[in-house]
């Protein structure tokens, strides 16, 4: 079985400019989440969703960022324009969601590695 | 709010000898726990889980961790450590319960880096 699969793996930029990254989650979970890492610390969550909705998107810095999942299976997160101080590691998971309040256990892909120059 | 305490940012221990990962977690009535190891380059890989039942859990590659309420512990352990092991270990708290936006979260101790000496 296929896991949670992210691209690019690395991307380098200059900041102002704007990057994307895609995560394609494991075939039938339903819960997706984009997890924001940086350098020495545990991964923080930007945004959830359940299906195509966004049931949790407080940390999300909404005024640069964006994500999309349209149909309720990929997902892309946008940054524009990107700043120095994004640099870091963007993770996506999936989990089922049983619809009882409980989700799964978390699948991660091997995150994008984003410097901004 | 949820919050996961890992005291020790680096520990060093030589192959074969045995090795304890501290970690303690905010009161919660239900707590859903994790370790999660993160190898250099490699996406986070789940090592074992607690929800309810026995305290000692058993995960992958040997490692085996204990739920402790009275001390709000659920600290990682393995018997000998295996030169492969080195990497960031982290310990994740998932908020439970039904409803909100906040139910499934996952909760991210800071992570404890692990050296193995040969």
């Known amino acids: 079985e296929a896991g949670v699969v992210q691209s690019p793996r690395y991307k380098i930029i200059e900041k102002k400019q704007p990057v994307a990254f895609w995560c394609n989650p494991i075939s039938g979970h339903n819960t997706l989440y984009w997890y924001l890492q940086n350098l020495g610390q545990g991964p923080e969550l930007l945004i959830r969703y359940e299906n195509e909705e966004a049931v949790d998107d407080s940390q999300l810095p909404k005024d640069r960022f964006s994500a999309e999942r349209l149909k309720g299976v990929d997902s892309t997160l946008k940054i524009q324009p990107a700043e120095l101080g994004d640099s870091a590691v963007y993770l996506c998971?999936?989990?089922?969601?049983?619809?009882?309040?409980?989700?799964?256990?978390?699948?991660f892909g091997e995150g994008s590695r984003l410097t901004v120059l | 709010a949820q919050s996961v305490t890992q005291p020790d940012i680096h520990i060093t221990v030589s192959e074969g000898a045995s090795l304890e990962l501290r970690c303690n977690y905010s009161?919660?009535?239900?707590?859903?726990l994790f370790w999660y190891v993160q190898s250099p380059g490699q996406g986070l890989q789940l090592l074992l889980k607690y929800f309810s039942g026995d305290t000692l859990v058993q995960g992958i590659k040997g490692f085996e961790a204990e739920f402790k309420r009275s001390q709000s512990s659920f600290n990682l352990r393995k018997p000998s450590v295996h030169w492969s092991d080195a990497a960031e270990y982290f310990c994740v708290d998932k908020t439970s319960g039904l409803g909100g936006t906040s139910y499934g979260k996952l909760t991210f101790g800071q992570g404890t880096i692990l050296t193995v000496h040969p």
């Open positions: 998971a999936s989990s089922l969601y049983s619809g009882q309040g409980v989700t799964g256990e978390l699948f």
């Open positions: 009161y919660g009535a239900t707590p859903y």
